[in-house]
């Protein structure tokens, strides 16, 4: 930032801080960095910086952000190490850096065990240790730290994970809530050993991301990433099963006692009761898959950027199912798959989907119940297309 602009910003604070005198926490008050973030993120239109601020003063009064670092206390399960967030330390600049064993974090069953609303509180109340830290570290080194390092490993990130709705629905509310509230914060984010499945949730996430979030977003394969890394952030901090020295006190490069690695959560650790799941689907309709057959229930999409969506379960044992597309436009009328057929038990719950549709054509659901020589499936399902209109429509 030039000499002028400085200067320009400065001043556009000056005026921020006087619109709003009397209505945010002193400490917010007399943070510049708060007025600052909030006119970055708004391309220092101030008018549009104070809307979002205030807004985000409202959201942090109405949801107790100003105490939320000791008086709330997150869920057992999402206290857990099963919620897999480790703060590992600082980089060469003193950014914090956490890592984020996204891969492992089975959503299916912590949205099983507690809301979304929790999750948020919880992600909060991280978020806000993180900004208490370096407003402390500012204070006594008179440096300038706003921005943290994430690095989310995506190994193990698996096909029913990256397609299941409410998983979706999850994380874009959590994206969301992290571009309305805390602009500014995130100075790089490394997503690592990343396969096919990340992008399908790629495709649908990063529609609620700001430009500017989405630059600092560094993803990459199973190479690449461990020289980028180290030449940042210093390798005692890093696991040394990624490319660090970081070690158990036991020398297990795993790092099981340092870091929260996620994993499968026990069902007896759900909260809801999931006994009576036909009240969960109002409205479904009921289908029998006869043994070594399929069924297929097709869906026209007009609009690029609309979405398919699907709830179903089946009413004993388990079906597979996939994604198919057809190109009306084309003569070959070969379906191609989209979502390769994973094989799915709902005794537990709802088998939520969702799926971007980057073209018009016809998407098809396919059960699959040819690998059962005795059984026939009742399957329950809804299916729907959301649909993009033709001014928002996503471009692909």
Same mark, same amino acid.
């Given at each position: 930032m030039?000499?002028?602009?400085?200067?320009?910003?400065?001043?556009l604070?000056?005026?921020?801080r006087?619109?709003?005198?009397?209505?945010?926490?002193?400490?917010m008050?007399?943070?510049?960095?708060?007025?600052?973030?909030?006119?970055?993120a708004r391309?220092?239109?101030?008018?549009?910086?104070?809307?979002?601020?205030?807004?985000?003063?409202?959201?942090?009064n109405?949801?107790?952000?100003?105490?939320?670092?000791?008086?709330?206390?997150?869920?057992?399960?999402?206290?857990?190490a099963?919620?897999?967030?480790?703060?590992?330390?600082?980089?060469?600049?003193?950014?914090?850096?956490?890592?984020?064993?996204?891969?492992?974090?089975?959503?299916?069953?912590?949205?099983?065990?507690?809301?979304?609303?929790e999750?948020?509180?919880?992600?909060?109340?991280?978020?806000?240790?993180?900004?208490?830290?370096?407003?402390?570290f500012?204070?006594?080194?008179?440096?300038?730290?706003?921005?943290?390092?994430?690095?989310?490993?995506?190994?193990?990130?698996?096909?029913?994970?990256?397609?299941?709705?409410?998983?979706?629905?999850?994380?874009?509310?959590?994206?969301?809530?992290?571009?309305a509230?805390?602009p500014?914060?995130?100075?790089?984010?490394?997503?690592?050993?990343?396969?096919?499945?990340?992008?399908?949730?790629?495709m649908?996430?990063?529609?609620?991301?700001s430009?500017?979030?989405?630059?600092k977003?560094?993803?990459?394969?199973?190479?690449?990433?461990?020289?980028?890394?180290l030449k =940042?952030?210093?390798?005692? &901090?890093? %696991?040394?099963?990624?490319?660090? +020295?970081?070690?158990?006190?036991? #020398?297990?490069? *795993? /790092?099981?006692?340092?870091?929260k690695?996620?994993?499968?959560i026990?069902?007896?650790?759900y909260?809801?009761?999931?006994?009576?799941?036909?009240?969960?689907?109002?409205?479904?309709?009921?289908?029998?898959?006869?043994?070594?057959s399929?069924?297929?229930?097709?869906?026209?999409?007009l609009?690029?950027?609309?979405k398919?969506?699907?709830?179903?379960?089946?009413?004993?044992?388990?079906?597979?199912?996939?994604v198919?597309?057809?190109?009306c436009?084309?003569?070959?009328? =070969?379906?191609?798959?989209? &979502?390769? %057929?994973?094989?799915?038990?709902? +005794?537990?719950?709802?088998?939520? #989907?969702?799926? *971007? /549709?980057?073209?018009?054509?016809?998407?098809?659901?396919?059960?699959?119940?040819?690998?059962?020589?005795?059984?026939s499936?009742?399957?329950?399902?809804?299916?729907?297309?959301?649909?993009?209109s033709r001014?928002?429509?996503?471009?692909?």
């Amino acid at each position: 930032m030039t000499l002028d602009n400085m200067k320009i910003e400065e001043s556009l604070v000056d005026e921020l801080r006087q619109r709003l005198k009397g209505q945010m926490i002193q400490k917010m008050y007399e943070d510049d960095n708060v007025f600052k973030r909030f006119l970055r993120a708004r391309n220092h239109n101030i008018d549009a910086a104070e809307k979002m601020l205030k807004n985000h003063i409202n959201w942090r009064n109405e949801n107790k952000i100003d105490t939320i670092i000791t008086d709330f206390k997150p869920h057992p399960v999402v206290a857990s190490a099963y919620m897999p967030f480790t703060r590992l330390g600082t980089d060469i600049e003193d950014a914090p850096v956490s890592y984020v064993h996204f891969g492992c974090l089975d959503t299916k069953g912590l949205l099983n065990c507690c809301s979304v609303l929790e999750i948020e509180q919880f992600l909060a109340q991280f978020l806000e240790v993180e900004a208490e830290t370096m407003r402390n570290f500012n204070k006594n080194t008179g440096k300038c730290v706003t921005k943290g390092v994430l690095i989310f490993n995506f190994e193990h990130f698996s096909l029913a994970s990256a397609t299941h709705k409410l998983t979706l629905e999850a994380i874009t509310t959590l994206i969301t809530r992290y571009e309305a509230h805390y602009p500014e914060r995130l100075k790089t984010a490394y997503a690592i050993n990343v396969s096919y499945y990340f992008t399908l949730v790629w495709m649908v996430v990063k529609h609620f991301m700001s430009p500017a979030t989405v630059d600092k977003i560094r993803i990459y394969g199973k190479t690449g990433w461990q020289e980028d890394l180290l030449k =940042t952030i210093n390798p005692d &901090i890093i %696991p040394a099963f990624l490319c660090g +020295n970081l070690t158990d006190p036991d #020398g297990n490069p *795993q /790092c099981k006692t340092l870091l929260k690695l996620g994993g499968p959560i026990p069902e007896n650790l759900y909260s809801f009761n999931y006994q009576k799941l036909a009240n969960r689907l109002p409205g479904a309709t009921k289908m029998t898959v006869q043994r070594m057959s399929k069924v297929e229930v097709t869906l026209q999409v007009l609009y690029p950027g609309s979405k398919v969506e699907w709830d179903f379960f089946v009413k004993s044992r388990d079906i597979s199912y996939s994604v198919l597309f057809k190109d009306c436009v084309t003569s070959d009328q =070969t379906p191609t798959e989209l &979502i390769p %057929p994973q094989r799915v038990e709902t +005794n537990a719950g709802l088998e939520s #989907g969702m799926c *971007q /549709c980057e073209k018009a054509g016809v998407y098809i659901i396919e059960f699959d119940n040819s690998y059962s020589w005795i059984y026939s499936k009742e399957v329950f399902y809804t299916a729907t297309v959301v649909k993009a209109s033709r001014n928002n429509a996503t471009e692909f």
